[in-house]
């Protein structure tokens, strides 16, 4: 199965989906016509993206479904407003980010030095909403208007009932990390678009996680796919010779013993 279609493989029936960095909404508009939710939002920060997103919700004539809004992570939604919640086609620190900027008060960072900006504080977020205006409409350029909504309370009381499903495009192993510390219980799948692979993490709060990760399983993660392991050796073979610090040929090094491990069945 291809990238997108894995990724909506990976949606429960839920209400609302909402899609966080939607860009041409091809997403929201699959899963509304498949059924695998009543209504949809289709979120991003830029407004060039949004106009083709608003474009392909017209011409598939869902306007009444989804609804598009132009903001940061996950500020544009109501608290409990969305029951699946997707991330998918960026970087895996930008997706932390968007955790932290979004809802995580007291979130356990891999380390913030990695972070682009500090995360902001349940209660920053809080003092920032009261700031701005409450659903406005943003006009986008070329006379186009798109929903605004900060929200009074940042989303979401009741963490458990969300789903979030990440498709990140690189720093897996960070995503993890973060997703462990926080309580987050994880299953992966493994999608694939000629010769790349794509993992796709769904990840849900639980009070009951018993699951102990090692270095060694944030590194291998839950795939289990012989093909995947390949790539992945080849990958880091290809800037083996360049790594000159100690630490980094060491990490490379075991990672690759790991790898072949996975790929002989020992
Ligand atoms: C490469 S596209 C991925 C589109 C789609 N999600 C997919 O998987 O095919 C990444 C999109 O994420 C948006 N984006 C990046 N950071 C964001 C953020 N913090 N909040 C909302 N959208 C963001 C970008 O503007 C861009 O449209």
């Given at each position: 199965?291809?990238?997108?279609?894995?990724i909506l493989?990976?949606?429960?029936?839920?209400?609302?989906?909402?899609?966080?960095?939607?860009d041409?909404?091809?997403l929201p508009?699959?899963?509304?016509?498949?059924g695998l939710?009543?209504?949809?939002?289709a979120?991003?920060?830029?407004?060039?993206p949004?106009?083709?997103?608003?474009?392909n919700?017209?011409?598939?004539q869902?306007?009444?479904?989804i609804?598009?809004r132009l903001?940061?992570g996950?500020r544009?939604l109501?608290?409990?407003?969305?029951?699946?919640?997707?991330i998918?086609?960026?970087g895996?620190?930008?997706?932390i980010?968007?955790?932290?900027?979004?809802?995580?008060?007291g979130?356990?960072?891999p380390s913030?030095?990695l972070?682009?900006?500090?995360p902001?504080?349940?209660?920053?977020?809080?003092?920032?909403?009261?700031?701005?205006v409450?659903?406005?409409?943003f006009?986008?350029?070329s006379?186009e208007t798109?929903?605004?909504?900060?929200?009074?309370k940042?989303?979401?009381?009741?963490?458990?009932?969300i789903?979030f499903i990440l498709?990140?495009?690189h720093d897996?192993?960070e995503?993890r990390?973060?997703?462990?510390?926080?309580?987050y219980k994880?299953?992966e799948?493994?999608a694939?678009e000629r010769?790349r692979?794509y993992v796709v993490?769904?990840?849900?709060?639980?009070?009951?996680?018993?699951d102990?990760?090692?270095?060694?399983?944030f590194?291998?993660?839950?795939?289990?796919d012989?093909?995947y392991f390949?790539?992945?050796?080849?990958?880091?073979?290809k800037?083996f010779d360049?790594?000159?610090?100690?630490?980094?040929?060491?990490a490379?090094?075991?990672?690759?013993?790991w790898?072949?491990?996975?790929?002989?069945d020992?």
């Amino acid at each position: 199965m291809n990238r997108l279609q894995t990724i909506l493989s990976r949606i429960e029936k839920c209400e609302t989906l909402a899609d966080i960095g939607t860009d041409h909404a091809y997403l929201p508009i699959e899963a509304v016509r498949a059924g695998l939710c009543e209504r949809a939002i289709a979120c991003d920060i830029v407004a060039g993206p949004l106009h083709i997103a608003k474009k392909n919700i017209r011409a598939a004539q869902l306007e009444h479904k989804i609804d598009v809004r132009l903001g940061d992570g996950l500020r544009p939604l109501r608290e409990n407003e969305a029951d699946c919640i997707v991330i998918a086609g960026m970087g895996g620190m930008n997706i932390i980010e968007i955790f932290c900027g979004g809802f995580a008060p007291g979130a356990v960072l891999p380390s913030a030095s990695l972070l682009s900006e500090p995360p902001r504080t349940f209660l920053e977020n809080a003092e920032t909403s009261q700031n701005e205006v409450s659903d406005k409409s943003f006009e986008g350029g070329s006379g186009e208007t798109f929903s605004k909504v900060s929200p009074e309370k940042i989303p979401e009381k009741n963490p458990k009932k969300i789903k979030f499903i990440l498709q990140p495009q690189h720093d897996l192993e960070e995503l993890r990390r973060f997703l462990i510390a926080n309580g987050y219980k994880i299953n992966e799948t493994l999608a694939r678009e000629r010769s790349r692979f794509y993992v796709v993490v769904d990840a849900q709060k639980s009070c009951e996680n018993s699951d102990r990760w090692t270095d060694r399983d944030f590194f291998l993660g839950k795939i289990d796919d012989k093909n995947y392991f390949r790539a992945l050796r080849e990958k880091i073979e290809k800037y083996f010779d360049s790594l000159t610090e100690k630490n980094s040929r060491d990490a490379a090094q075991k990672k690759l013993e790991w790898l072949e491990e996975k790929i002989h069945d020992r």
